[in-house]
C-alpha cells in the first residue's frame, strides 16, 4: 500500500487547511486510517482517526478544529483543519492499518503544515 498525502503549507493563525491522503488500493473501512504529526525532537502523536463502525477519535488538543472524513470509494482520507494555531505545526503523516496485512502500519511521506502567529 502507497499513501500520497497532500494539502499541507503555510498559513497564518486562525487560518484552515485541508490534507488529503490517497492510498493506492482498497482500505477496507473497518481498517483505520488518520493522521499523525511530529515536531523535530519529540514523539510522533495521533491527531485523529477513522474507521468504520466507529466515531472518528481525535488528540485533545485537536478536537473541536480539526475533523477527518473518509472517502471509501476513492480510498482517500482527508483532515479539515480549522483555527489553526502555531503549536500545530508539524509534519503531518497519514496511516492505515491493514488486518488482512497482518496489521501492518503503512505511512504517506509526510507533509509539512506551518502556522505562523
Known amino acids: 500500500v502507497q499513501l500520497q498525502a497532500s494539502g499541507g503549507g503555510l498559513v497564518q493563525a486562525g487560518g484552515s487547511l485541508r490534507l488529503s491522503c490517497a492510498a493506492s488500493?482498497?482500505?477496507?473501512?473497518?481498517?483505520?486510517m488518520g493522521w499523525y504529526r511530529q515536531v523535530p525532537g519529540n514523539e510522533r502523536e495521533l491527531v485523529a482517526r477513522?474507521?468504520?463502525?466507529?466515531?472518528?477519535e481525535y488528540a485533545d488538543s485537536v478536537k473541536g478544529r480539526f475533523t477527518i472524513s473518509r472517502d471509501n470509494a476513492k480510498n482517500t482520507v482527508y483532515l479539515q483543519m480549522d483555527s489553526l494555531k502555531p503549536e500545530d505545526t508539524a509534519v503531518y503523516y497519514c496511516?492505515?492499518?491493514?488486518?488482512?496485512?497482518?496489521?501492518?502500519?503503512?505511512w504517506g511521506q509526510g507533509t509539512q503544515v506551518t502556522v505562523s502567529s
Open positions: 496511516y492505515c492499518k491493514v488486518d488482512y496485512r497482518g496489521n501492518r502500519y503503512y
Open positions: 488500493e482498497t482500505i477496507f473501512s473497518r481498517n483505520p
Open positions: 477513522i474507521r468504520g463502525g466507529r466515531d472518528p
